[in-house]
């Protein structure tokens, strides 16, 4: 399966998505996320859980300055590598890290700041994934914008909504699925 970037300066190139173990943010819910930040200049976004990359090229499309892949799967950072190298050539602000999304948070916290932005897109079924990310970013400098995708259709989505809203947070919603940010 492949999928496009919507905008920017790789608009409408092509990406490859591993047919098994990613599911890629939805089209419509990747413009509306994208719609809604505008300009990312001078943001450093790291997509943790990153699949194939796509919502981090996108970033990068749109002048994110840095971008940060997190995935712990090999099969997804070989793909993620080969969407890269495919659309940018050499590019020193892109790092890859093959380790789980609340390891890299628990070593890299503190270097994260108000030009950092945090996009947490885990398997929707993994529940104690997204509890350690939720109980992790209390730890996190409060001027990183966070970004959690998450499908209401999940058996303990209440419990993650319920703890999400407590930080007061905009949705950005397509289908069941959502963006919270706060």
């Known amino acids: 399966m492949s999928i496009r970037i919507l905008g920017g300066k790789f608009k409408g190139r092509s990406l490859e ?22 300009s990312l200049e001078g943001y450093h976004f790291i997509d943790l859980c990153a699949g194939s990359g796509s919502v981090g090229l996108e970033a990068l499309s749109r002048r994110a300055s840095r ?8 099969r997804q ?7 890269i190298d495919k659309i940018i050539r050499n590019d020193q602000n892109i790092n890859i890290f093959q ?6 948070l628990k070593k890299n916290s503190s270097l994260l700041d108000g030009k950092s932005i945090l996009f947490f897109d885990p398997p929707y079924e993994d529940e104690k994934l997204y ?7 209390n730890d996190v400098n409060e ?40």
Request: glycine content about 4%; hydrophobic content about 40%; charged content about 30%.
């Open 17 to 38: 998505v591993p047919s098994e173990g990613t599911r890629p943010t939805s089209v419509m819910l990747r413009r509306r996320l994208f719609d809604t930040l505008l």
């Open 67 to 74: 971008v940060t892949f997190i995935d712990k799967g090999k």
């Open 131 to 137: 509890f350690s990310f939720l109980e992790l970013i």
């Open 143 to 182: 001027e990183v914008l966070f970004l959690v995708e998450a499908s209401n259709k999940t058996s303990f989505y209440k419990k993650v909504a319920d703890h999400i809203n407590k930080f007061e947070p905009k949705i950005i919603r397509q289908g069941d699925k959502e963006i919270f940010w706060f």
């Open 99 to 104: 380790c789980s999304a609340t390891s890299w």
């Open 77 to 83: 950072i070989s793909q993620l590598k080969k969407n």
